[in-house]
């Protein structure tokens, strides 16, 4: 599998901040980019996708993709205290996906 | 996006047996895929379960170990054969279609606990 790394966190954000979480990868091929949402004891959400270069927003989240430096990042505005989960990052190889370790974000209320 | 249904969603089970778990798509998927996530972990590829043919494992996982089969293209098992404690982990069934771009949805995953 390859590799996808993540910030380290936890990340603690007060509720209205913005979220910040980063995301590399190793596979210069890849050509599909997720942010999955994770809430503890539960299964995996996709919340964004993203396949080109530059940003896509969707609500209050914003994806962006640089694939020269191969690097992707999901910003999460006016963060809520419903946000609090563990986001993942996944990039596509051979029809497969690689999974990051994970962000855990806290909304502070 | 596609529905998938998993059971059981959790188990306990004593060393040495083994569970089969089951995952239902509400449409046709063209890709079926099994991960595990180990607590406090992310999630990890077990195999890609192909219809009507040998599922592809990868790296550190056989299929001694995870048999899977897939019938036809809206459901696959996957076992957990000859249980260890260190097989006690959430196992994921995913789903997605190749013109998605990969897209890949889960099921509520089987919590499974070996005693």
């Known amino acids: 599998q390859k590799e996808v790394e993540q910030n380290s966190g936890p990340l603690s954000v007060p509720e209205g901040a913005i979220a910040s979480l980063n995301c590399t990868y190793s596979d210069r091929g890849s050509q599909s980019f997720f942010w999955y949402r994770q809430y503890s004891g539960k299964s995996p959400e996709l919340i964004m996708s993203?396949?080109?270069?530059g940003d896509k927003e969707d609500g209050r989240f914003t994806a962006q993709l640089n694939k020269a430096s191969q690097y992707v990042s999901l910003l999460i505005r006016d963060s809520q205290p419903s946000d609090s989960a563990t986001y993942l990052c996944?990039?596509?190889?051979?029809?497969?996906?690689?999974f990051g370790a994970g962000t855990t974000v806290t909304v502070r209320a | 996006s596609a529905v998938i249904s998993q059971k059981p969603s959790r188990d306990i089970c004593q060393r040495g047996t083994s569970l089969t778990i089951q995952c239902q798509v509400d449409?046709?998927?063209?890709?079926m895929f099994w991960y595990r996530q180990q607590p406090g972990q992310s999630l990890t590829l077990i195999a890609t379960a192909n219809q009507g043919s040998e599922a592809t494992y990868e790296s550190g996982f056989v299929i001694d170990k995870f048999p899977i089969s897939r019938p036809n293209l809206t459901f696959s098992t996957l076992t957990v054969s000859n249980m260890s404690p260190e097989d006690s982990s959430i196992y994921l069934c995913?789903?997605?279609?190749?013109?998605?771009?990969?897209?890949?949805?889960f099921g509520q995953g089987t919590r499974l606990t070996v005693v």
């Open positions: 993203i396949y080109s270069n």
């Open positions: 995913s789903g997605g279609a190749q013109h998605m771009n990969t897209e890949a949805f």
């Open positions: 449409s046709q998927v063209t890709m």
């Open positions: 996944a990039v596509d190889y051979d029809y497969k996906l690689s």
